[in-house]
C-alpha cells in the first residue's frame, strides 16, 4: 500500500480546497480560511528562516526551493507574481514575498507567522553581534575579522549588481534606465525616491508604446515543468477588496507602527535619540527601494553625516555582520541603531538605551512590511494580469542595478580608502578617493573575495569566513612586520 503523502493540504473546517496531485480546482477559500494547516506552515516558515544566508536573492531561492519545488504548496507563476508586487514596494522584497505567500496560504494569521519568523532569527543573532562589536570592537581580534569582512562585502554586492542585472536589463531601453539611474544617484545627487518613481514611470510609459517591455517576471514566467502545485490557484486565500477593510487595516497598522515612538516620546523626552531613530527609520521605510543594497545608502548618508550614529566604516562592518546572520540584510538598520543609542543613551545605562533602540528600530522597519502586504495584496491580485503593473515593475527593477551599483562604489570608497574629499560644480556632486590612503590590506582581501565570488562560485557565508581568517593573517602579519 502508498502511504498518504504527509504534506498534503487539508481542507479547514469544511472546505475544499483541491488538494489533489494534479491541481483539481476546489472552492475558492473563504476569508482567514487555511488552505494548508497553520501548524505546518508555522513549521516550514521557521525552517526556511533558518537557512534565510546570502541577501534577498538566497532568501528567494529558499523559498522558492522550499514552496514551489518541495512542498508545492504554490504554483512557478504565482511565487514570480508574488515577487513582482514585492519589488514594486519599499523595502526588503523577501520579507515581503514571504508575507505574501504566508497570507494566500493562511490568511492574516499566515501573513503574521511568516513575516514574523522569517526575521525573528536575524533579530536575535544580530542584536548579540552588535553587542559583541561594541564590547570587543576594539580588540585586535575583532578589527582584524572586520578587515577581512568589510572587503568581502564589496565582492558580495558586486555580484549582487550582475545578477539583478542578467534578470532586470533584458533590454538596450533597460540598461540605459540603469545606467541613468547610477549616473542620477552617485553624480547628481538625486534623491532614491525621486529615482524610484521616475524609473516607474518611464517603464509604464514604455510599456505604452512598446507593449513587450511590459512583460516583466510574472508575465514572463513559465511553468517549472514539473508536477503541478498540490494546491490550485483559485484555492489560495483571497479577500474581497472593500474601503472599510482598508480603512481597518490601515488604522490598525498606522496605530501599531506610531505607538513605541509616540511611548518614548513620552518617556524620554521628544529630543532623545531614541525619537530620532524611530522617526528616521520610519521615513527610510517608506521611502527606500531596491532591498537593502539600496537602502544602505540613504541610511549611511543620514545617519554618519547628519546623525552621528555610526563612522562611514562602520555602515560596512554593520553590513558584514548583516551578512552572517539570517534574515533581511536591512537588519543592518539594527546594527546602526544600537551604536547610535548606545553612543547617546540620555539617561538611560548606555547597554539598555541600545537595546531599546536596536528592538524600535527593528520595530519601525518592519510594521510597514505587514500593513503594505495585507492592505495592498487583495488590489494586487485583482490586477494580476494588468500589463501596466508589469510595465512600471520592469522599470523599478532596471533603475534597481543602478542603485546597487551606487552602493557598490560607496562601500569600495569607505573600504579601500582611508579619505575621501567631495566635489561639487553646480548640480555635479561627488566623491573621490585619495588615492596616497589605499588600504593595501583592504584591497588584498577584496581580490580574495571576487576570486571566491566568481571563480570559484563560493557561497556568501563561506566567502565570508575564508575573508575574515584572511584579515586575520593579514592582521598579525602587519604587527610582526611592525
Known amino acids: 500500500m502508498v502511504p498518504r503523502p504527509r504534506r ?12 489533489q496531485v494534479g491541481g483539481q480546482v476546489g472552492a475558492p477559500a473563504a476569508v482567514d480560511r487555511d488552505v494548508v494547516p497553520l501548524r505546518e506552515a508555522t513549521r516550514a516558515w521557521f525552517a526556511i528562516s533558518l537557512q534565510t544566508f546570502g ?12 514552496l514551489v519545488d518541495e512542498r508545492r504548496w504554490i504554483g512557478e507563476q504565482r511565487f514570480l507574481f508574488a515577487l513582482s508586487y514585492c519589488t514594486l514596494l519599499p523595502g526588503p522584497e523577501a520579507q515581503q514575498l514571504a508575507t505574501y505567500i504566508g497570507w494566500l496560504l493562511n490568511g492574516v494569521k499566515g501573513a503574521l507567522v511568516a513575516g514574523t519568523l522569517f526575521v525573528l532569527p536575524g533579530v536575535v543573532a544580530l542584536l548579540a553581534l552588535s553587542g559583541t562589536y561594541v564590547a570587543f570592537g576594539d580588540t585586535t581580534l575583532v578589527q582584524a575579522l572586520f578587515l577581512g569582512l568589510g572587503p568581502a562585502v564589496i565582492a558580495i554586492v558586486i555580484q549582487a549588481v550582475i545578477r539583478v542585472g542578467r534578470k532586470a536589463l533584458t533590454r538596450p531601453t533597460l540598461v540605459g534606465l540603469a545606467v541613468a539611474s547610477f549616473v542620477a544617484l552617485s553624480v547628481f545627487a538625486v534623491p532614491f525616491p525621486a529615482v524610484v518613481a521616475g524609473a516607474g514611470l518611464l517603464g509604464w510609459l514604455t510599456g505604452r508604446v512598446s507593449p513587450t517591455v511590459a512583460e516583466g517576471p510574472a508575465a514572463r514566467g513559465k511553468a517549472d515543468g514539473g508536477p503541478p ?14 474601503a472599510r477593510r482598508a480603512a481597518a487595516v490601515l488604522g490598525i497598522g498606522l496605530l501599531l507602527w506610531a505607538a513605541p515612538v509616540v511611548a518614548v516620546g513620552v518617556l524620554f523626552g521628544r529630543q532623545s535619540v531614541f525619537v530620532a531613530q524611530g522617526l528616521f527609520f520610519s521615513g527610510a ?3 527606500t527601494f531596491g532591498g537593502a543594497y539600496a537602502v544602505l545608502a540613504y541610511v549611511a548618508q543620514q545617519a554618519v553625516g547628519v546623525y552621528g550614529w555610526v563612522a562611514p566604516g562602520e555602515m560596512v562592518r ?3 555582520l548583516a551578512e552572517t546572520t539570517p534574515g533581511p540584510l536591512i537588519m543592518v538598520v539594527q546594527f546602526v541603531a544600537f551604536l547610535g543609542a548606545y553612543r547617546h543613551p540620555g539617561s538611560l545605562n548606555p547597554w539598555g538605551a541600545a537595546v531599546l533602540g536596536a528592538l524600535l528600530t527593528t520595530w519601525v522597519t518592519f510594521v510597514p512590511c505587514f500593513l503594505f502586504i495585507l492592505l495592498g495584496a487583495p488590489y494586487v491580485e485583482r490586477l494580476r494580469h494588468h500589463r501596466g503593473l508589469s510595465a512600471a515593475l520592469t522599470g523599478v527593477s532596471a533603475a534597481v542595478v543602478g542603485v546597487i551599483a551606487n552602493l557598490a562604489v560607496y562601500f569600495a570608497l569607505h573600504t579601500l580608502f582611508e579619505e575621501t574629499h567631495r566635489i561639487g560644480v553646480g548640480p555635479v556632486r561627488f566623491e573621490l578617493p585619495v588615492v596616497g590612503s589605499l588600504q593595501v590590506a583592504a584591497l588584498t582581501v577584496t581580490a580574495l573575495g571576487c576570486v571566491l565570488v566568481f571563480a570559484r562560485r563560493w557561497s556568501v557565508l563561506r566567502t565570508l569566513g575564508a575573508c575574515a581568517v584572511a584579515g586575520v593573517v593579514l592582521q598579525l602579519l602587519s604587527a610582526r612586520l611592525h
Request: aromatic letters at 0%; charged letters at 15%.
Open 229 to 242: 502545485p498540490l494546491v490550485p490557484d483559485d484555492a489560495l486565500h483571497t479577500q474581497r477588496p472593500t
Open 285 to 287: 521605510a517608506v521611502v
Open 318 to 320: 554593520g553590513l558584514a
Open 8 to 19: 498534503r493540504p487539508v481542507p479547514a473546517r469544511g472546505g475544499q480546497v483541491g488538494g
Open 55 to 66: 541577501g534577498p536573492a538566497g532568501q528567494i531561492a529558499v523559498m522558492h526551493r522550499t
